[in-house]
């Protein structure tokens, strides 16, 4: 197995401030970012506050940013980087620091909140559920979502616009809101809820002017712009704009 040193600089500080700090820690062969971290924690700087799980990329909890670029620290070989570079690691923009690497992600579990859940179709027992192989399909894929918050953190429109904070819901929290609107056994219509109109009014599907920057950071490859953002989009407009299709779908809903 071989070793070598690498140079490390981290953000430490918190609420009140703070600023990088070198380290110089080993690093062995087949080691990710999160390993080098526990290993400054265990040598260096055992004070120093980091949010983690499961080690696998299946929990969400290690979102920092590594070079300046919002990634997993678990899922982030070290064998990427070449043995000179300065790795990088600080918090994410986004969203207010607690400590160190740790932030105060709230801003994502209020969205959430926001967002209507699914409405069972009335009539219809659990279980007795019906539905196609494709719709099954395109919701599994949103499903993978691990709430890591790396779209959320990425998108321009928060990332540099705090304002912009209140009125819009993030790629994660409208791509829920793609599921359900595309989600054949949604009964929300019935019980009085447009998606499409709350999509606009209320979660700020406007703001989104498809960069695809979401997309590019999502470590579990969902599509969130070409099969959530963009099919919102087209159905908002058609809703809108097109008396025909907006009658047709009330008819006709699948
Ligand atoms: Fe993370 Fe992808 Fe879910 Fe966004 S959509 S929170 S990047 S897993
Ligand atoms: Fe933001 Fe993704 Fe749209 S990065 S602008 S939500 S395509
Ligand atoms: Fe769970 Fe990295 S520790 S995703």
Redesign the pocket.
């Known amino acids: 197995m071989t070793s070598y040193d690498a140079s490390f600089r981290v953000w430490r500080g918190d609420t009140d401030g703070g600023g990088l700090e070198d380290f110089t820690v080993e690093v062995n062969e087949g080691e990710v970012v999160l390993d080098i971290i526990h290993r400054l924690q265990a040598t260096q700087a055992p004070d120093l506050a980091v949010r983690w799980n499961c080690k696998a990329g299946k929990c969400g909890s290690c979102s920092a940013e590594i070079n300046g670029r919002p990634r997993l620290m678990c899922m982030t070989r070290m064998s990427v980087f070449t043995r000179e570079e300065v790795i990088t690691v600080t918090p994410l923009r986004a969203f207010p620091v607690v400590r160190d690497l740790v932030t105060d992600v709230s801003f994502n579990y209020d969205k959430a909140r926001e967002v209507p859940s699914f409405v069972p179709p009335p009539g219809v027992a659990p279980g007795e559920y019906r539905m196609q192989q494709i719709d099954v399909e395109r919701s599994q894929e949103f499903r993978k979502c691990i709430e890591c918050f790396l ?1 959320q953190d ?4 928060v990332r540099d616009h705090e304002e912009n904070k209140p009125a819009f819901a ?2 994660r929290f ?1 791509m829920r809101v793609a599921e359900l609107d595309m989600h054949p056994l949604d009964a929300a219509a019935d019980a009085g809820l447009d998606r499409k109109r709350t999509a606009q009014e209320e979660h700020g599907l406007g ?9 590019e950071v999502c470590p579990e490859q969902i599509k ?2 070409d099969n959530a ?1 963009i099919p919102l989009k087209e159905r908002a407009v058609d809703r809108k704009y097109d008396p025909l299709v907006w009658l047709g779908n009330k008819i006709t809903r699948r």
């Open positions: 779209c990425t998108c321009h429109v993030g790629p409208l703001y989104c002017n498809i960069t695809k920057c979401c997309t969130i712009t953002l």
